[in-house]
């Protein structure tokens, strides 16, 4: 084909493309949401229809001075822009459940996903055009010296009709949201001509340039660990006087009965007496000891796997000779012990120890947990009372008032229920000023270990109540781990660059 030829061609088809993305989305959205169905746009719905107006506007920059460097950058930056605001505006409706959204939905999606569509069809549309592009010294040619191609009676149609659109769209704009500083509304009321019901609102400024962050409310930093503190990090100092715990008044002062050095090369972050036997974390590392905490089995896990798993939290016993690990990410693993594993079949699940576990295989295996109260919030313990198992949060750099327990089910891993236990506290003062580093179930009631205040609250998850707090002495400065063993109450703390091993009573 001509180059010439080819050239006429590549304007037709930039002429179609900005047209239809003016006509069909930004005019359908304007003509017959906003003026038939009453929809008006919200702040990042005009983000994104603006981002669209913008791109067949400069495709028909195109059509009319011909292809140039600058325009099809500008048409590339706000196809960009349009993909950053669709993504940021489909990310808040992500989770929600079935037919929940936001605004008129089209053939059972809303309008803020098919920006995600329209966007992604321009890129690929591009691609498209420019396969049947002539060479760029043609486009010269083509123009022939003229400072501006004529109209063919397309593209001029084209042109006149995507100007009324635009015209619509800013009385639209106009009269839904208002001359600036006025930015229109997170959740924006029908669009209506009648002055008695338009809002003309500056509230989107409000917050909009305070904790810039990349992640967002997601730029939560990580919980605070035996072998990585992060009390810095988390804006959080933690203390050992018990007076300044949030409770109005301790029940009982537990006095410490023994210590012991546990002779172990790495900061222990999670220690349980399962089944006889220690079981201790230390990040993605875990161990079976004997009564004299010597090794007997152990297996480093692979903490990149499928669902990727942080470092460990709690150990819990399950199905009876299986156990489940969980990360502070509420991402976990069942496994068990097989001294005959199949290594080449367990490699997957661990970096060391694949001949001696197993972490695939039925009632095996990994998986995540959601929550409904504390998606923003990490957990750092788990217990278990044979029907259930339990997470505790703790607070962070974004959220220090939040403590939520979330209790799911052991026969399917689903969530069952999520409470902030009632409790006797100072006046101002939340449960999320404690720290709970460990959890463990006796007689049904969840006995939670702060490190912070050196205190434990015994709830019942029943009444869904703290019924009565301990406290537990200052010398122990760094609590990691609480369980019973011989009825009395072990308090594991790594301090002094030593696993320290307490009982109290």
Known sequence: MNEINKAKKFYTLMCLAGFLIILLPVG??????????????????????EAMIFIGVMALFIVRYGMKGKYLAALLIMTAAGLYQSFAHFGNHAMEDLDQGFGLPVFGIHTYFWAEVVFWAVVLLLGFIFIFAPKFSAFDKELNGEKFRKYTGFSLAAVVISAIIVASNVFQAFVGTGIFPYVGQGDPVRFTLNPKYIIWSTDSWHGLWQNISFLGKRDVKAPDYAFAPASDKLGIK???????SPFAKIDENLKILDEQTINFNKAINTLDFIND?????????????????????????????????????????????????????????????????????????????????????????????????????????????????????????????????????LKDLVLSGEFTPKADLKEGRTLGDLYITSMTDKDGKIYALSKNHNVIAVIDPVKEEVIKTLSFPNTITNARSIFFKDGKINILSYQDGANKLFALN
Not at 29 to 47: K, T
Not at 238 to 244: C, K, L, M, T
Not at 351 to 369: I, M, S, T, W, Y
């Open 28 to 49: 359908t959205a304007n003509i017959i949401f906003g003026y038939f169905l009453a929809d008006s746009p919200c702040v990042l719905c005009w983000g994104q229809r």
């Open 277 to 409: 036997e220690f079981v201790a974390s230390s990040k993605w590392d875990v161990y079976f000891l004997d009564n004299n905490f010597t090794t007997k089995d152990s297996f480093e896990l692979d903490p990149y796997f499928s669902a990727s798993i942080d470092p460990i939290i709690g150990i819990i016993p399950y199905m009876n000779d299986k156990f489940i690990l969980m990360g502070s990410n509420k991402s976990f693993l069942r496994f068990k012990k097989n001294p005959n594993a199949n290594d080449t079949l367990q490699y997957a699940d661990f970096v060391k120890g694949a001949n001696h576990f197993e972490g695939q295989g039925k009632d095996l295996g990994r998986g995540r947990l959601s929550t409904v109260r504390s998606k923003f919030n990490h957990v750092a313990s788990m217990t278990t009372d044979d029907k259930y198992f339990y997470l505790a949060t703790v607070p962070n750099n974004k959220d220090a008032k939040t403590f939520v327990i979330s209790k799911y089910s």
């Open 238 to 244: 933690f203390d050992n006087d018990v007076n300044n």
